[in-house]
């Protein structure tokens, strides 16, 4: 919670300097944003390896006692997430419906009631919501492969359990050289690039040293390179199904010409396209980076420092994405203030779209791999209080035993429930945001003419209060439902439902935000210009789908990350008192 106060609060002080250097000094505009979007990454890997560092020491090196620090991070995370997501799109779709279809204003016009709830949205959910889903990622990783390194210390020696904290503490030097070059200049994408690849070779540079000069096995290296690489093909599959002027973008962007009702029908199916790709490349990492190290048991952990390798970049990937709210803030500061050469704020904009949607891929492959993971130190640590040997075959679950096929189920059903909770959520405060704007307009004479301010702060206090109602209920359902199913049934039914939630929560994530992404650009791209451009029937069909796609990707899709890792973690930290439970009966 700290890490993402901080973050946000840098934030907001960078997107006014950023607005003021997109007017006064372009070339700057781009380096400010992005070192402002740094201090939220830096926070949040220094944060959590330093913290987890000292927890390890004082608790005599015993990395299971750690599982309860990553249990903390997945609450804090799943409040600034969901809340967060209920927050920014409420104000979003409510500024968006009444402001562009019924009035006919900009979007960042200081007119609308909603656009300051809007504006402080992005930082709720785009900062800190995000920087606390990757904070968690980064935190439950290292704590699961230390428990993993446990069941290989016969062959590497107590190094197994200290291995993702070394390789975590390389990857912050080289994001901290990726940030400071990213430098001034006028093409803000090739200066985020040049951050991005940097900070990548100097992590495969610090992979190979550890792996060759410290752990003396350069499968690791394969291994920790096998899921930085991933993190880029990711990166790339998200952007061909949400970039602005790509070929899915335009296609729903042409679809809107024929009302709203086609926009969805189109959008809605390339969303469900794009959850394939990336679970398989997932698949093809985890079963490469077991058969790297050997197979067996050793394979296991292949596939643990696969994990730690993709999670090397979280503090660049974050830099970038906190600049996304920077740069969109600093374009609706200098909207506001009446500025009207927009061009190098609507640049950096458009540069943070792109980055969003690779943190929001990036922030799916992290949690997918670390649900693997802390499956696996889950699995072990029933082995090790079994009294059982360390074996592949000991990691085995029954999967046609009733109990087990019971809580299959129970997981698959979870990530619905919890989505449809979130979805709702939206609704009911967009609800109210809409006949808050409409009543001001109604009401505040001369406020459409611009010769009266609106009344920001009851919007803001919609959102807020809102937030924090709606999002009990999914929270405390992902907290009983693992608890019910792990009394009920037993600590290996519980392993098959955390299969469940983990896999029906990434495919249903995944075609979340990219159809949420989808439709967020299509719009962009018709207000470029393209299908009649702003104020067309096209782009009314368009701004439908756009706020239809914004509870799916900035509220219920990356809630769903957390969904997962908290599922996990809470599994693994509830162990010792389930295993008590069963040996009582």
């Known amino acids: 919670m700290l890490a993402a106060y901080i973050g946000m609060m840098i934030a907001v002080k960078a997107n006014v300097r950023t607005a003021s250097a997109s007017i006064k000094a372009p070339e700057r505009a781009v380096m400010i944003a992005f070192r402002g979007g740094g201090v939220t990454g830096l926070s949040i890997i220094g944060m959590s ?36 997501g209920i927050y920014t799109k409420a104000a979003d779709v409510g500024a968006d419906l009444v402001g562009k279809i019924e009035a006919r204003i900009p979007e960042d016009d ?30 439950d990783n290292i704590i699961g492969v230390m428990i993993v390194g446990l069941a290989f210390t016969s062959i590497y020696g107590y190094k197994a359990v200290i291995f993702p904290m070394l390789i975590e503490s390389i990857s ?34 610090g992979f190979y040293l550890v792996s060759v000069q410290f752990m003396h096995d350069i499968r690791l ?3 920790t390179t096998l899921g930085l690489l991933t993190s880029l093909i990711i990166a790339l599959l998200v952007l061909y199904y949400t970039k602005t002027g790509g070929s899915v973008t335009r296609r729903i962007a042409a679809a809107s010409q024929s009302g709203a009702a086609i926009n969805l029908i189109i959008g809605l199916s390339y969303g469900l396209e794009s959850a394939v790709p990336p679970v398989i490349l997932v698949a093809l990492v985890v079963v490469a980076s077991y058969l790297i190290l050997g197979g067996g048991l050793q394979g296991i952990y292949g596939i643990s420092a696969s994990t730690v390798g993709i999670l090397s970049t979280t503090g660049i990937i974050m830099a970038s994405d906190t600049f996304g709210p920077i740069a969109d803030n600093a374009q609706g500061i200098a909207e506001m203030a009446g500025e009207e050469d927009l061009r190098t704020a609507e640049s950096l904009d458009s540069v943070g779209n792109v980055t969003k949607a690779i943190t929001k891929g990036y922030a799916m492959t992290c949690c997918i791999l670390t ?59 967009s609800f109210q945001m809409v006949e808050e704007v409409r009543r001001q307009f109604r ?17 803001v206090d919609i959102s807020t209060r ?44 995944i075609f979340m935000f990219n159809s949420g ?39 219920a899709g990356p809630s769903l990350h957390i969904l997962v890792k908290l599922q996990n973690i809470l599994s693994i930290t509830m162990l010792p008192i389930l295993l008590q439970y069963a040996l009582h009966w």
């Open 172 to 205: 912050i030097v080289a994001t901290i050289i990726g940030i400071f070059l990213v430098r001034e200049g006028r093409d803000p994408i090739r200066s985020v690039y040049t951050g991005f690849f940097s900070t990548g070779i100097l992590c495969i540079i």
């Open 221 to 223: 290296f394969y291994c």
């Open 443 to 459: 009401e505040i004479p001369g406020l459409l003419e611009g010769r009266a301010k609106p009344d920001y702060s009851t919007c």
């Open 517 to 555: 992404g989808a439709f967020d650009n299509a719009k962009k791209y018709i207000e470029m210009g393209h299908f009649g451009g702003k104020g067309s029937p096209a782009h009314a069909a368009s701004v439908i789908g756009d706020t239809v796609g914004d509870p799916l990707k900035d509220c």
């Open 49 to 84: 390896l330093l913290r987890l560092g000292i927890l390890y020491i004082l608790y005599n090196r015993d990395p299971e006692l750690l599982v309860g620090y990553g249990f903390g991070a997945s609450l804090a995370a799943l409040f600034a997430q969901l809340g967060g």
């Open 466 to 509: 809102n937030a924090l109602r709606e999002m009990i209920l999914p929270t405390l359902l992902s907290l009983i439902f693992p608890i019910i199913v792990g009394f009920i049934f037993n600590v290996w039914a519980l392993a098959a439902y955390l299969i469940a939630v983990s896999i029906v929560s990434s495919l249903l994530a």
């Open 110 to 139: 200081p007119r609308n009631p909603a656009v300051i709830a809007d504006q402080v949205g992005d930082n709720v959910g785009d900062c800190a919501g995000r920087g606390a889903d990757l904070f968690e990622s980064f935190s």
């Open 371 to 429: 649900a693997i993971v802390i499956l696996f130190a889950y699995m072990m640590t029933i082995i090790k209080y079994s009294g059982m040997t360390y074996t592949l075959e000991s990691l085995t679950v029954n999967i046609i035993h009733p109990k087990v096929i019971c809580a299959i189920f129970l997981g698959a059903a979870l990530p619905l429930i919890f989505s449809a909770l979130a979805i709702r959520a939206v609704g009911k405060t």
